[in-house]
């Protein structure tokens, strides 16, 4: 009797482990799977190409439809021969919120408030006076440092493995106006565009 259920309980012990090892192995990829990122790094191709300079960013997810991060930018046309972005280097805290499909998660439309610490170069201008005639308007290129202000707005687009690209266009603004010794800041605002691929761990 013990001989004929050992037969019959060897093959169901076995598919009983083969079975259970199924399904644990199924579970850690479901588990692995269903992890969602909380992180990701993103490089602008933009800043690349145009200036060139070099921009990153750590994005940190609280949730489906909201992040904070951060942005470090650094300017290598130091002549400012591209007149494109007047700023050395720039340091800027962010917080973005996304308007997305609930299947898509930290992805399509989002709009984002940032504030900036930021030195660089300006232009400025000056009137010239001769026996209360204008004589002409000088110009002139000051240093700057202080913070600025602004908003994006964009669309992030993510694959499966979790690569990222997104388009931004918005602008910023420099807080600080100086009129010193009556000169006076030709221009506070700047264009904040980006292409940025990034990945998302």
Do not use: H
């Not at 001989?3 to 588990?31: E, G, I, K």
């Amino acid at each position: 009797m013990n001989t004929f259920f050992n037969r019959l309980s060897s093959p169901y012990l076995l598919c009983f482990f083969l079975f259970f090892s199924v399904a644990l192995s199924a579970q850690n990829s479901l588990d692995k799977d269903s992890i969602k990122p909380k992180n990701e790094f993103k490089l602008d191709i933009f800043q690349l190409i145009v200036l060139p300079g070099i921009e990153i960013t750590y994005e940190r997810f609280i949730d489906d439809y909201s992040s904070w991060g951060v942005t470090g930018f650094v300017n290598f046309d130091f002549d400012g021969s591209q007149a494109y972005r007047y700023e050395n280097f720039e340091i800027s805290p962010f917080y973005r919120f996304y308007f997305n499909k609930k299947n898509s998660s930290n992805a399509g439309f989002f709009v984002q408030p940032f504030l900036s610490l930021t030195q660089g170069e300006y232009d400025t201008y000056r009137n010239y006076y001769y026996d209360e005639i204008i004589d002409g308007n000088g110009m002139n290129e000051r240093n700057f440092f202080g913070l600025a202000a602004g908003a994006l707005i964009g669309k992030k687009w993510i694959n499966q493995k979790n690569y990222t690209f997104e388009i931004t266009a918005g602008i910023g603004r420099l807080l600080t106006k100086e009129e010193e010794e009556g000169y006076y800041m030709d221009s506070t605002a700047y264009p904040r565009i980006n292409f940025a691929i990034g990945k998302q761990f």
